[in-house]
């Protein structure tokens, strides 16, 4: 396992650059999800601006005006926070690389560089709008593309998505909230993924209405990138070993895996980046040095695999399925299937309702099944009698 990009590099290639150790393995897969998704969103959305289904948006951009006191303020405060931060690391870096997420999330930082930052970034919003400044401020019209929203469409999903996955999963342990609300919620570990998908995809369904993109084919749009990004993101988990495995698994593995290397089946995830399970012996002066006994299943490799394979078939979808709507209730088909199934191989707090148990995630993988289901029913029928309305 590899907490850090640190470790990875240290294993394959022998270099022992201390500084990658702020470089977390979780965090840096699901930024290239967010960067995969990203690129494959703005690919499809073009293609439908192409074909006719997509039309500019046009918009009035003020050209000319002074910074106001606002985006002043605004300015500088992004400064602070940025020169807080980065004069304290800067002055305590071997302790950062060792403690990257305790010093990122703590109230610690340098008010010296904090003072620096705010004059320095409002001095540049200043000076960056006096170049443009005219006499005369002109209020201008342009197009602009729903691709183009792209960018501010991944940094809304990236931080509503967080949030939504912090808020279930701490619904989900909600007896460990109640112990430490503050570490729950500002811990990077602990994400429920339905949670993240619910929130953020409220979030831009309510940017899309307002930049008047039609829904249907945003979020139609958004599948194969909702999927690729998920299966990205779970490689992330595999790597640093955040907990999100499977059951214990102390079965022999079976003879039609027989190609397949041991952990497949069966894994016992050493130098997690959570520090659960057992010491390993021999491992020394290193932070992360505990091993999972008896080794699980590695779930988030299954999810990976098959989240690759389900994008291939809605990339694949996508200009096949001419109905508005359908294509991302086929995505949310295929992810309560796939996720429903690998519930039933994955450590998870289970709820006692009537004598049935279940996980959070087999409640909500259900209902996106059966909300699936009816959507395409619904978009179908809307679209078949003419009353189809995007």
């Known amino acids: 396992m590899y907490p850090s990009i640190y470790y990875a590099v240290k294993d394959l290639f022998g270099l022992d650059l201390h500084f990658l150790k702020m470089i977390q393995s979780f965090g840096f897969f699901v930024a290239l999800a967010f960067l995969a998704a990203s690129y494959f969103w703005t690919k499809e959305l073009q293609r439908k601006e192409q074909s006719g289904l997509l039309v500019p948006q046009t918009i009035k951009i003020l050209k000319g005006a002074k910074a106001t006191t606002a985006e002043l303020i605004t300015s500088g ?9 980065l004069l304290f690391i800067a002055l305590n870096f071997s302790e950062f690389t060792e403690n990257t997420q305790g010093f990122l999330l703590s109230l610690e930082g340098n008010l010296l560089g904090g003072i620096i930052g705010t004059a320095l970034s409002a001095y540049l919003k200043y000076s960056e709008n006096e170049k443009t400044k005219l006499e005369k401020p002109i209020l201008l019209e342009e197009q602009m593309y729903p691709h183009q929203h792209v960018g501010n469409m991944t940094l809304i999903a990236a931080f509503f998505g967080i949030l939504g996955a912090k808020i279930f999963h701490n619904l989900e342990n909600w007896d460990d909230f109640i112990a430490d609300p503050v570490g729950a919620l500002l811990s990077f ?3 429920t993924m339905y949670g993240g998908l619910i929130v953020a995809a409220t979030a831009l369904i309510y940017y899309g209405r307002k930049n008047k993109i039609p829904v249907t084919h945003l979020v139609d749009s958004s599948a194969p990138s909702l999927m690729i990004g998920y299966a990205i993101g779970r490689i992330g988990c595999h790597v640093s070993g955040d907990g999100d495995w499977g059951i214990d ?3 022999p593995k079976p003879g039609w895996l027989s190609w397949a290397p041991d952990w497949v089946w069966s894994y016992d995830y050493p130098h997690n980046v959570n520090s659960v399970g057992e010491p390993i012996a021999n491992c ?8 999972l006994v008896p080794a699980v299943f590695p ?20 200009k096949r399925i001419t109905t508005p ?9 295929f992810n309560g299937v796939e996720r429903f199934f690998i519930e039933k191989i994955r450590v998870n707090t289970l709820y006692h309702v009537n004598g049935f148990a279940f996980t959070q995630a087999e409640l909500i993988s259900t ?8 959507g395409i029913w619904y978009f179908k029928n809307k679209f078949k009698v003419g009353k189809f309305k995007v």
Do not use: A, D, Q
């Open 249 to 251: 698994n102390i079965s």
């Open 189 to 191: 570990s602990g994400l």
């Open 299 to 318: 779930t988030p490799f299954y999810e990976t695999i098959m989240c690759i394979g389900l994008f291939f078939v809605l990339w694949y979808l996508r």
């Open 284 to 291: 020394i002066g290193e932070r992360y040095c505990n091993h």
């Open 325 to 333: 709507g359908v294509l991302f209730c086929v995505y949310l088909i």
């Open 367 to 374: 209902l996106l099944f059966f909300i699936g289901l009816t």
């Open 77 to 85: 405060i992004i400064g602070f926070l940025i020169g807080y931060k």
